[in-house]
C-alpha cells in the first residue's frame, strides 16, 4: 500500500513531484513487479486500485476501518510514546465479519471500534498534526522549493544523482514513466538529509537558513488557534522579519506563513463503519454507539496556524 511513499512520506508528494500521490506511485510499482513476476500480482493490483468482485477484500485495504490504519496506529503509538493511540488490533481482526459481500463488525466489538476511533481522533492531533510535526514538514517542503528556484536560476547545489534529478526536472503526473520510477526508487532519506547538511552552507540566506534550522533543530515558532489568523498579525509577522533580515517579500514568506490544520476520525460521507447487530440488522457506528463523541467525531476540526522566527534566522 505505501510502498509509493519517497523520502520524509508525504513531504515528498508536495516538493520533488507536484501533483502525484503516493498511492499512484505505489501502483506503478505493482504494475511493474506484476509484469516481472508474470501477473502474480494481477489479483491484489485489483484489489488495491478498488476493482476485486468481492468488495470485502477492497475494504480491508481501504476504508475507514482498514488494516493500513490499524497497523499504523499501533505501531506510530508504540514508537512515539503516546498511549492513547493504541488500538486492540488483533480483537478488531476476530469481530470482522462479511455481509452481502461487505465488511461488517460484529455487536460485541463495538467498543473496540470506538477505542479505534478515539485513537484516531488522538493520533492525529499529539503526533500527525502535532505542530512541530507540521512546522517541520513545511520547512522541508520550502527547502526543496527554494533549492529548484535556485538551480532554475543557474546556481550550482550539490546533492545526489537521484536528488539532482528530481531538482533538475518537473515531474507531474504527465510525465511520471518507467524511467521516473527507477530513479524514484533510488530515492531515502539519505539523500535529502546530506543535501540538508550541504546546503546549510549555500550562500543563499533563505535555503542556508531552513537547513539550519532542521539540522540544529532550532525550529520556526509556531501558534495554532481555533479562528483563522488575522492579516493584520500575518503582516506585522512578515514586515518584522523583512526589515531585520532585509530581504524581499517572496523570501520572507519561506519564515513567516499560515495555513489550516483539518481532522476528521470518521468520514461518514465517504463510507461506514457498520455493525452487525445481534437480530441481523446492520448498523452504522455511529448511530447505534452510546459514545457521545462519536458523532462529533464525523465532524471536521479545523485550527489555523501561523509560523514565524523566534529571536533571529
Not at 174 to 188: P, Q, R, V
Not at 219 to 225: A, C, G, M, Q, W
Amino acid at each position: 500500500h505505501d510502498i509509493g511513499h519517497g523520502p520524509f512520506s508525504h513531504a515528498m508528494e508536495h516538493s520533488i513531484v507536484e501533483g502525484v500521490s503516493h498511492e499512484f506511485i505505489s501502483l506503478q510499482f505493482m504494475q511493474e513487479l506484476n509484469e516481472r513476476f508474470n501477473g502474480s500480482l494481477t489479483e491484489a493490483i485489483s484489489i488495491f486500485t478498488g476493482n476485486h468482485e468481492k468488495k470485502f477484500l477492497n475494504q480491508l485495504v481501504s476504508s475507514q476501518l482498514d488494516m493500513d490504519r490499524l497497523d499504523y496506529l499501533k505501531r506510530d503509538s508504540f514508537y512515539t510514546g503516546v498511549a492513547e493511540g493504541n488500538t486492540n488490533a488483533e480483537r478488531l481482526i476476530t469481530m470482522l465479519n462479511v455481509v452481502n459481500g461487505s465488511l461488517v463488525i460484529e455487536e460485541k466489538g463495538i467498543y473496540s471500534v470506538e477505542k479505534f476511533l478515539m485513537a484516531r481522533r488522538f493520533m492525529y492531533w499529539q503526533v500527525y498534526l502535532h505542530k512541530t510535526a507540521v512546522v517541520a514538514e513545511r520547512l522541508l517542503i520550502s527547502i526543496l522549493k527554494r533549492a529548484r528556484f535556485l538551480i532554475e536560476k543557474g546556481e550550482t547545489l550539490n546533492s545526489s544523482t537521484p536528488l539532482h534529478y528530481f531538482l533538475t526536472h518537473h515531474i507531474d503526473i504527465n510525465n511520471f514513466n518507467g524511467d521516473t520510477l527507477i530513479k524514484f526508487a533510488k530515492l531515502d532519506d539519505i539523500d535529502i538529509l546530506a543535501a540538508l547538511k550541504e546546503w546549510q552552507y549555500s550562500n543563499d540566506f533563505v535555503l542556508s537558513s531552513l537547513c539550519a534550522m532542521i539540522i540544529n533543530r532550532k525550529l520556526l515558532h509556531i501558534k495554532v488557534k481555533k479562528e483563522p489568523i488575522s492579516e493584520t498579525k500575518f503582516l506585522m509577522q512578515l514586515n518584522k522579519v523583512k526589515a531585520e533580515y532585509n530581504i524581499t517579500d517572496e523570501e520572507a514568506s519561506y519564515f513567516v506563513f499560515k495555513g489550516e490544520l483539518r481532522n476528521k476520525a470518521y468520514d461518514r460521507q465517504h463510507q461506514t463503519i457498520n455493525i452487525l447487530r445481534k437480530n441481523g440488522k446492520i448498523t452504522d457506528v455511529a448511530k447505534l454507539s452510546d459514545h457521545l463523541n462519536l458523532n462529533a467525531l464525523s465532524k471536521t476540526v479545523t485550527k489555523y496556524y501561523m509560523c514565524y522566527p523566534k529571536e533571529g534566522v
